[in-house]
């Protein structure tokens, strides 16, 4: 049977990886783009919308262009706004950068851009796709991307809110309020990883002067980017194999360091990851990967900076250790926990829990509706590592039989189970790029566009 041609594509999720999937379907004149969004700011994505003034980028403003074709996009966009452009840009900074970024593709190109706000909760498939909207509406096209980002995370071991009084417990760390109402208290975070720092630094811009204690299993925190770490290039291609990749890291470590000895695999790590057997991929997710993303996924180094003084005045303690139940009793929440390698349990008394673990990435625990719906029409399955959603390399979603879709497609953190590395924007940005292409070669097929 030979691909649909496609002239209308409907894309849900209106933050970055479909707001960019929108623009570059535009950029390569490929069908029609209709992207749904339920949140009332399209484009910004959910980094770059809640982001505290005080938050920065990642990543050096030069690698950040939200075009692959041109590197220094977002770097020009700066320099023509009189804006640093040699470091670490604020957040909210990029977020402006990405709307605009879509509104001037959506000025160029009226009829070839809808966007639609609602709440998509479950599409039909036949000669085409019908995406049903929480509010009753429907929408037609010929193929689906899905462009959720990352899920909400699951509510840490142990804790079930259910008749707490609001304000005791925080699910979503992107929301304004998790220091509201606070005193000279103690508030626990769960997770230590890049959500947890801006939490804390959320906390402490925003006057709160108690003590913070931030737990997960191991207590390791993301390292800091450095001057002078300069990546030199591979001449072969790293070994897949576990002990043998870590012994050449570490030997690259001591001739160029550590950072550049990571930065230097970014050219494979797909590829890698793809080539690797599922056993092989088991045993880095289960063994190495907290020590990965600690490394691989840095701080800027003012952030750092400022990590650093809290924890050197007490403020923020990281502990390893895991949560086993939360108990509400009036005046506070009694936290029991366990410190990693010990078999006694301690009781931590917070006022406030707030929830950085980390997105959901298991299909099976989605509350999600569209990918609920999807998931019981067969239409799509989890990836073998659980990470995500299964695709093959071209995004293609996979059904529950492993047969790949020629309507259904997925974008960024959702599609970790294939690529691995495709939650930042280096990463993203190429992934609708090539989705792009392929989208839009379907919609010349036979002549249509003409």
């Known amino acids: 049977m030979s691909p649909p041609i ?17 623009v570059n379907l535009l950029r390569h004149d490929g069908p029609r783009a209709i992207l749904i969004e339920r949140r009332p700011e399209v484009g910004r994505g959910l980094a770059y919308t809640a982001a505290d003034p005080n938050l920065l980028l990642n990543v050096r403003a030069g690698n950040m262009s939200a075009l692959p074709d041109e590197p220094r996009h977002f770097v020009e966009w700066l320099d023509r706004r009189g804006l640093p452009s040699d470091g670490f840009v604020p957040r909210v900074i990029y977020g402006e950068y990405l709307a605009e970024l879509l509104a001037a593709a959506r000025e160029a190109a009226p009829d070839r851009l809808e966007i639609v706000r609602g709440d998509a909760v479950a599409a039909a498939f036949g000669d085409g796709v019908t995406v049903a909207l929480a509010d009753g509406r429907s929408i037609a096209a010929d193929a689906l991307v899905l462009a959720l980002g990352n899920l909400p995370p699951l509510d840490p071991g142990g ?10 417990y925080a699910p979503d760390p992107w929301s304004a309020s998790i220091a509201d109402d606070l005193e000279d208290q103690t508030v626990l975070i769960v997770g230590t990883g890049l959500t947890m720092i801006d939490a804390a630094l959320v906390l ?3 006057g709160f002067r108690g003590r913070m204690v931030a737990l997960s299993r191991r207590g390791l925190v993301p390292r800091a980017h450095a001057g002078g770490s300069v990546a030199q290039g ?12 870590a012994r050449q890291v570490r030997a ?8 550049a000895a990571v930065d230097e695999l970014r050219p494979y790590t797909q590829g890698m990851w793809r080539a690797a057997s599922p056993e092989q991929r088991g045993r880095f997710v289960r063994h190495l990967r907290p020590w990965w993303e600690v490394h691989r996924h840095r701080l800027a180094p003012a952030v750092a900076d400022r990590l650093d003084a809290l924890r050197a005045s007490g403020r923020l303690s990281i502990v390893a250790g895991k949560t086993q139940d939360f108990a509400f009793d009036g005046d506070r929440i009694r936290v029991r926990w366990r410190p990693r390698g010990n078999e006694r349990s301690e009781v931590l008394s917070v006022r406030r829990v707030i929830n950085c673990s980390g997105p959901q990435i298991d299909l099976d625990r989605t509350t999600e509706p569209l990918l609920l719906d999807l998931l019981r029409q067969g239409r799509i399955a989890a990836d073998s590592m659980r990470l995500g959603l299964a695709t ?11 047969e790949p879709s020629d309507r259904l497609y997925a974008l960024g953190p959702l599609t970790r189970g294939t690529f691995w590395e495709i939650t930042a924007v280096p990463d993203i940005r190429h992934q609708t790029w090539s989705l792009a292409r392929l989208l839009s070669n379907a919609h010349w097929v036979g002549g249509e566009g003409l």
């Open 392 to 402: 093959n390399a071209s995004a293609q979603a996979l059904n529950a039989k492993g």
């Open 234 to 245: 591979l001449q072969e291609r790293p070994p897949i194999e576990l002990s043998a990749l």
């Open 6 to 22: 496609l002239k209308n594509v409907v894309i849900v999720g209106g933050g970055f990886s479909g707001a960019l999937q929108a």
């Open 252 to 259: 690259r470590a001591r001739e160029t360091g550590w950072r």
């Open 204 to 206: 402490d811009a925003r």
């Open 159 to 168: 804790l079930d809110p259910r008749g707490w009084p609001p304000g005791w």
